[in-house]
């Protein structure tokens, strides 16, 4: 895919099959084609969406697809989500460059290589976590000029990563359920306080329960537990 030939779109779904219109030579030869790849500089500055849901069925990603998202028009990209079952495994050259991420950056298991800067510059997050047993193979800028240092990773590949560059410059830990993010929401002329929760959960059980304890400079003042379930992220399956 080569982008949607127009500017700006907040929320972009890229689809996994596209077909040729009616008018189109030999049009017939030319229905449901999976995607596969998207294409060097498809989504690049004033075509970079918000969000992007990207197909399982896409391979790989081109040089400077998502780079230098347009800041005038608010044109960042901030959230990638990859359909289950994905079956990208390559990255390319400056492919994020300079995007603006929410949360934390998921690297799909059959990725076997990121390119040089393909992350470099990105924000808005601190964690990376990758899903291959076999550490994808990386430059010294894949990742540079970033706040990521926390490398999460299955308990099997700790040592891998550990001995592979650039991930061994990481802060490498086996995966469990961590929060990824605990943000205190702004309410004025209130004596509340409330706090969105985003919980990681890439073990291989399910969450059924989570204690919550409030302490009160140091001091515990109440406790409640949340019942209910939240699924393991299954890493072997992403």
Not at 64 to 81: E, H, K, P, R, Y
Not at 136 to 142: G, L
């Amino acid at each position: 895919i080569k982008g949607y030939g127009s500017k700006y779109k907040d929320t972009i779904v890229i689809p996994s099959t596209i077909s040729a219109p009616a008018g189109y030579s030999n049009s017939s030869s030319y229905q449901n084609v999976p995607v596969r790849s998207i294409d060097q500089n498809a989504f690049r500055a004033d075509t970079c969406p918000v969000s992007v849901t990207i197909p399982a069925s896409v391979e790989s990603i081109g040089t400077n697809a998502f780079t230098n998202g347009d800041s005038t028009s608010g044109a960042i990209l901030q959230t990638v989500t990859f359909e289950a079952g994905t079956k990208l495994n390559y990255i390319g050259d400056y492919a994020f460059y300079n995007c603006k991420f929410d949360g934390t950056l998921i690297i799909p298991g059959n990725v076997t290589s990121i390119g040089n800067s393909a992350f470099r510059y990105c924000s808005g997050f601190d964690i990376i976590a990758s899903v291959s047993l076999t550490p994808p193979s990386a430059s010294s800028n894949t990742f540079s000029n970033t706040n990521l240092s926390t490398l999460y990773v299955q308990a099997e590949a700790v040592n891998a990563y550990y001995n592979e560059y650039p991930w061994y410059n990481f802060n490498i830990y086996a995966a469990v359920p961590f929060i990824s993010n605990l943000k205190e929401s702004s309410i004025s002329c209130s004596t509340e306080k409330y706090f969105d929760i985003e919980m990681f959960n890439c073990s291989t059980d399910d969450i059924a329960s989570i204690k919550f304890e409030i302490l009160i400079d140091d001091v515990k003042k109440d406790e409640f537990t949340w019942e209910g379930s939240i699924e393991a992220f299954k890493m072997e399956n992403i």
